[in-house]
Every structure is written in C-alpha cells, then in structure tokens.
C-alpha cells in the first residue's frame, strides 16, 4: 500500500546550511518519517525529495519522471543551449545523444590521460616551487580543467580564450546574454573548422563525423549538443577537484594513506566522488503520471528532486557511509555520475582528470594545509560552489630558498 508523504509541506531545507552540510541535511529526510518529501527549493518553488539509495537508483530509470522540456519561444532565432541533451527523453534524446558515443568511448579518453598528467604535474609543481600560500580554485583547478578541455575538444587557442569567458560569466550570472552569443558564435565557428579540416579526432571532429553520417539530426541540435559537451562537465570537475583536495585535506590520516599508496588512486577518486559532490540533486524531474515511491505518491506534475548525495551516503547500499575511506570496496557504486540514458558521458574524462590532480597533488603538496578563513560553498543547491580554497605547504619556503 503507498500512502502520501507527511510533513515537509513547507519547508525549504536547501538554503546556506545545505550548501555547506549537504549530506546531513538530507539524511535526516532520509533516515527520518519522510524518505520521499516535498520541501519548497529556496526560490520557492514545491518538488519532492527522494534520498534512499534504492529509490534514486530507480528513478533515474524511470521514463514517468520526464526532463522533456519546450524549446526556446517560437519566432526566435535558435541560440546554442536552448535546449540541452537533459532537455529531452527518448527517443529524442536516445537520437541526439548517439553523436556523442563515439568521441567519449573509454579508449578515446585514455588517450588523453597522458596529456591531464603532464598538465597536472606542471601547474601543481610549479605552484609548490613558488612557495607561498595559493588559492587552489583559480590556481590550479580551474586552469587545468580548461587546458584539458582545450586538448580533448581541439579548440583553437581563441576559441579556447572566448569559450573560458563565456563560461566564467555563465557561472557568475552576469552578461548573459552575450556570453550565449559568444558561446554560439565559437562553436558555430569551431565546426566550421573542422568541415574546412576534416579527419581529426578531437571530440569536435567526432561528433560533427557522427551528424554528418546520422541525418537525423538538425543542425541547430548539433550545436546545442557540442555546446553542452563543453560546458557541462567543466565547472563539475573543477570544484570536483576542490572538494576531494578538501576532503584529504580535513582528513590527514586518508590523505597520509594516499601518499604512501599511489596505487590506491583510482579507487580514491571514487570514493572522493561519493564523499561529496558539487551537484547534489540530478537535473529536476517531472513526474508524467501519479508516481509510486519509498511509500509515497509523487502527483503528476510534480517536480522531482533525485538526491544523489543522499543516495551516495546510505548505508543501505554503502556500509559505514559517513567514513571515508580511499579503499573501500566497491566505492564505484556511487550516483555521482547519475545512471541510466543521461548517465555522464564525461565520466570517464572527469575520473582521468580527478586522477591526475590527485596524483600531482600527493607529489608536490605531501605537507598541505587549509589556510585563511575556512573554506566558503557557494552557488545552488543544484551546483554547489567552492569560493576559494586557500592552501600553504608547511616547510615550502624553506624548501623554496634551498632551491
Ligand atoms: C566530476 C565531474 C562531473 C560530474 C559530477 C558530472 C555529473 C553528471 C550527472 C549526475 C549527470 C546526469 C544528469 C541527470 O541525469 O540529471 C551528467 C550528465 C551529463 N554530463 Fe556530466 N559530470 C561531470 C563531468 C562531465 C564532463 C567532463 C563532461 C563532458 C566533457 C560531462 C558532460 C555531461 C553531459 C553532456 C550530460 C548530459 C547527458 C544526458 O543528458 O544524456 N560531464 N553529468
């Protein structure tokens, strides 16, 4: 028998106290009377929150929780992100998204790896050699994720430069509209390129081969799609990066076992997936039908909220969940990446990038510490923001004079 969810009615738990303390908020919906509850988000609007780990699961795979939205007014001109790949269910989307398959196969991102390593080495070394404190955010995490990004999709160096102001105005909602311009104007220009120079085999090039052999796609799709590829996972794996370099950090004795154990690095960054997250909630749902979950009916036209960090700390499905622990077994379990059609393509991208900060990190920051006032989160409850993450080596300007 599903009976209808109590309480909650009211509340809007997603404000400050959230940004900062995400997982504690959400657990007390979780392990209290309301598992699936409906709060106001702080701009006021009702959804539900669904937080056990069974029922997020399943609601990823769930085609009466639909992302279809409307494209732009009619009568406007298409601009590139008026309608993403998290803007459409199947069959659309399965359409759509298939052009994106071949540039993010795992073989194709391994490739890559070599080149996050060396940028990773370069930025991080050079930052511990200078010896004096460093604001990791705009320092490191920011300008590696972008250099990455620029050799993965082959941008040209000015449209490399165009498309990292874009997105910073984007992020800090200011300028919009002519950072959307922008943003069209650079990928319009950088597919062009790639017709006028074919057989590269940057993510631009494949998936502008891809349309040019589906033909199911319009153009005005191709471009929203290559506009999204850029800008999805950008800002995800910076402030990923300073969330799990927070992590080690405010847990010296995990930190201390990734030093001494540089093959623990991979599962290390599933687990620092699962430990925290910028995006807390997977795109908002909305039920198509009377929706049956953990006991409660989400009505139709319902907004639904899947809360992955909710999810990522249940020990229904993680035992001890509150511990981090870089060897844990099984750490890949985690929701971070969503599950199902809109499961991150640029998964395997963002776990080589995470990789290879920590690898540099663990080498050129062993004696790091948080400096400064703590660490701010900022942002949404949709995307969480680090403000700054500020850092000093212990012994680094000794170490500095030495050189
Ligand atoms: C640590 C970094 C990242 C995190 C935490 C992350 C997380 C996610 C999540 C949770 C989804 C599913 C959204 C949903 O179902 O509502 C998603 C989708 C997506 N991600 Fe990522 N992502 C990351 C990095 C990347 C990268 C590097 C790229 C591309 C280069 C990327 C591109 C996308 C795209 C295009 C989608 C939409 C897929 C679809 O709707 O079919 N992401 N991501």
């Excluded at 669904?50 to 929780?65: I, K, Y």
């Excluded at 540039?103 to 490739?111: H, L």
């Excluded at 006032?373 to 995307?383: F, K, T, W």
Aim: glycine fraction near 8%; hydrophobic fraction near 45%; aromatic fraction near 4%.
């Amino acid at each position: 028998m599903t009976r209808p969810a109590e309480g909650g009615g009211t509340a809007s738990p997603l404000g400050p106290e959230f940004l900062a303390r995400p997982a504690a908020v959400l657990a007390a919906y979780r392990e209290g009377a309301c598992p699936v509850a409906r709060v106001r988000t702080p701009a006021g609007r009702p959804v539900w929150l669904v937080t056990r780990e069974s029922d997020v699961r399943a609601g990823f795979t769930d085609p009466r929780l639909s992302l279809a939205t409307t494209g732009p007014a009619p009568g406007r001109p298409h601009r590139a992100l008026d309608r993403t790949l998290v803007s459409y269910d199947p069959p659309d989307h399965t359409r759509i998204r298939r052009l994106a398959a071949p540039a993010f196969t795992p073989g194709r991102i391994a490739v890559h790896r070599l080149t996050a390593e060396r940028l990773a080495d370069g930025l991080l070394g050079a930052l511990a050699a200078e010896g004096r404190p460093v604001e990791l955010m705009a320092e490191f995490a920011e300008p590696f994720a972008f250099a990455v990004l620029c050799e993965v999709f082959g941008f040209r160096p000015e449209a490399g430069r165009a498309l990292r102001r874009a997105a910073a105005d984007l992020l800090a909602h200011r300028e919009t509209e002519a950072a959307l311009d922008t943003l069209d104007r650079t990928v319009r220009a950088e597919l062009a390129d790639r017709r006028a120079r074919p057989g590269g085999a940057d993510v631009v090039s494949l998936v502008l081969r891809a349309w040019e052999t589906s033909g199911e796609v319009t153009e005005a799709e191709l471009v929203d799609l290559v506009a999204m590829l850029v800008l999805a996972g950008f800002d995800s794996t910076v402030q990923t990066i300073g969330l799990a370099v927070l992590a080690l950090l405010t847990h010296p004795e995990q930190y201390g076992r990734l030093k001494a154990e540089p093959g623990l690095t991979a599962n290390a960054v599933d687990e620092l997936l699962r430990w925290d997250t910028p995006g807390p909630f997977a795109t908002l749902r909305t039920a198509l039908a009377d929706v049956p979950v953990g006991g409660a009916v989400i009505p139709a036209g319902s907004g639904v909220l899947l809360a992955v960090t909710s999810a990522n700390r249940d020990q229904r499905a993680h035992p001890e969940p509150d511990r981090l622990d870089l060897a844990r077994p099984g750490a890949a379990r985690h929701l971070t990446f969503g599950a199902g059609p809109h499961y991150c393509p640029g998964a395997a991208l963002a776990r080589i990038e995470l990789a290879a900060a920590l690898r540099a990190f663990a080498t050129h920051w062993p004696h790091a510490r948080l400096t400064g006032p703590p660490p701010q989160h900022g942002g949404g409850h949709q995307h969480r923001r680090l403000t700054a993450l500020r850092l000093v080596q212990d012994g680094s300007a000794a170490r500095a004079r030495e050189r």
